[in-house]
């Protein structure tokens, strides 16, 4: 079977630009989420989807980020306009009904 | 909101040496999942803990979830050099107010394991 699916795997891209990642989530699974992952602060839940619905958008930065998750098996999140310090690994998981989730390889950005 | 604690930060050993590493709390949790992640990838699942005083076996990985539903620790016995990576708890703790539906995993900041041939 397909793990999590995400794209690109590296972004570069400039101040204030917009950005958008992509995830394809496991087949099957309910459960949608969006991490980020630096060096200070570790993994951080951004938020996460349950049946296509937002459920705990709580560790969203700021109203530059969104997520949408239009159908099963398509997430975005979007950075509006990007800034330095949104440079992360960003990752999406995907669990069944269950608590145990599996990662995508994860985007690399790089806002300079 | 959620901490974990996970010790050590790093670890270097020899090839062939056991390891042992653990997460404690301030809170309860209801599960304890360890992943491991290697450079470029992201983290993969190791073992789920779902029972205070539960212990189990992947391969040569042990973990155990704590009775006070504090703490856990992972063991992993006659290290190889791919073992090499960073290990990561996370807990997760039911939320009442959802029925029990909450999925936000807390995690540990990680221990880096370094295995010398």
């Known amino acids: 079977d397909a793990g999590v699916i995400q794209s690109p795997r590296h972004e570069v891209t400039e101040m204030g630009q917009e950005v958008t990642l992509r995830c394809k989530p496991i087949s099957g699974h309910d459960y949608l989420f969006w991490y980020r992952q630096t060096m200070m602060r570790g993994l951080e839940l951004l938020i996460y989807f349950n049946n296509n619905v937002p459920i705990d958008d709580s560790g969203m930065p700021e109203d530059r980020f969104s997520a949408k998750m239009p159908n099963a098996s398509f997430s975005t999140l979007k950075i509006q306009p990007s800034e330095p310090r949104d440079s992360a690994v960003y990752f999406c998981?995907?669990?069944?009904?269950?608590?145990?989730?599996?990662f995508g390889p994860g985007t690399r950005l790089t806002v300079l | 909101g959620q901490q974990l604690n996970q010790s050590p930060q790093s670890m270097f050993i020899q090839e062939g040496e056991d390891v042992s590493m653990n997460c404690t709390s301030s809170?309860?949790?209801?599960?304890w999942l360890w992943y491991k992640q290697e450079p470029g990838e992201g983290p993969v699942l190791l073992i789920a803990?779902?029972?205070?005083?539960e212990l189990t076996s992947n391969g040569r990985l042990t973990a155990q979830f704590g009775i006070t539903r504090k703490d856990s620790f992972l063991n992993i016995s006659a290290s190889i050099p791919s073992d090499v990576g960073i290990y990561f708890c996370a807990g997760l703790e039911d939320d009442p107010d959802s029925g029990g539906s909450n999925y936000k995993l807390t995690f540990g900041k990680g221990t880096l394991l370094t295995v010398n041939p």
């Open positions: 803990l779902y029972k205070a005083g």
């Open positions: 998981a995907s669990s069944r009904v269950a608590d145990t989730q599996y």
């Open positions: 809170s309860i949790f209801n599960t």
